[in-house]
């Protein structure tokens, strides 16, 4: 019904009066197929006749029919982006994330994960309206690093998630070390505290589940928290040749 309301819908003026017609025109098709059954081809009426006597009814009504699915589609959209928005960042959410995520990730993809450091010591300290702030920094601070194409999601809490289609590692790393060195927030609208944050990278060297990925990621990040924050650990998919995913090469970058 969705893929049927987004086909319908009109994307613009040009649109709406195309399809306007073509309905009226199908309307018009109609009854002089109902006239034909009716009465045979020699004593049924022509068509021009039977689409001028249809187009009374079926104008108006394909009008408001129209018109109706085009708000159902702006709707829809609607109801799409609420539920897939972070409410807080305005960054897309984890169930976002995980749509424009394939089942397998392909060479050339590169998944980050990201946690902001000690933000727990931040709520207790400064109070959840600070925390608050931290996430709404940097969430801006990612947008403003990360290229335009960049998928960048929050996926709960303090943490991040961006998956890099085809872009260099190097120039991945850049960004990330960017984004890990974090960025100054106020408070009080006098002071100011830096919010850092840490990384896992997993770049794929060939086709890897995604949910193999995200664990692998999930393991450097670890490493980069255990290893002192602010910085990203890296763990390559190359490594994974183990059964054991936690056994695979962690390379340490601080940031």
């Known amino acids: 019904m969705q893929r049927f309301v987004k086909i319908i819908a009109p994307r613009n003026k040009l649109d709406f009066l195309f399809k306007l017609v073509f309905f009226v025109v199908l309307c018009g098709?109609?009854?002089?197929t109902r006239a034909v059954l009716s009465f045979g081809v020699a004593d049924a009426n022509t068509f021009a006749y039977n689409l001028k006597t249809a187009t009374f009814t079926a104008l108006p009504?394909?009008?408001l029919a129209l018109f109706l699915i085009?708000?159902?589609?702006?709707?829809?959209?609607?109801l799409y982006l609420q539920a897939t928005t972070d409410q807080l960042t305005q960054l897309p959410n984890r169930r976002w994330f995980m749509d424009h995520l394939p089942a397998h990730l392909k060479r050339g993809h590169t998944l980050v994960l990201l946690d902001l450091d000690e933000f727990k010591g931040v709520n207790d300290t400064f109070g959840h309206d600070v925390g608050d702030d931290c996430l709404v920094a940097m969430a801006q601070h990612m947008r403003a690093v990360l290229p335009d194409g960049g998928r960048c999601a929050r996926l709960g809490?303090?943490?991040?998630?961006?998956?890099?289609?085809n872009?260099?590692?190097a120039a991945v790393q850049a960004m990330v070390t960017t984004i890990c060195n974090g960025i100054d927030v106020p408070i009080d609208g006098h002071d100011s505290i830096r919010i850092t944050a840490s990384a896992g990278i997993t770049q794929v060297g060939y086709d890897l589940e995604t949910r193999r990925a995200f664990h692998t990621a999930d393991i450097a990040l670890y490493q980069a928290k255990a290893g002192g924050r602010k910085q990203y650990a890296m763990g390559l998919s190359r490594d994974l040749a183990s059964p054991d995913p936690q056994k695979s090469a962690i390379r340490r970058a601080v940031g």
């Open 157 to 165: 809490g303090e943490e991040f998630g961006i998956l890099f289609v």
């Open 29 to 32: 098709a109609m009854n002089h």
């Open 70 to 78: 085009q708000y159902l589609n702006t709707l829809q959209q609607c």
């Open 61 to 63: 009504m394909s009008i």
């Open 167 to 169: 872009t260099d590692l």
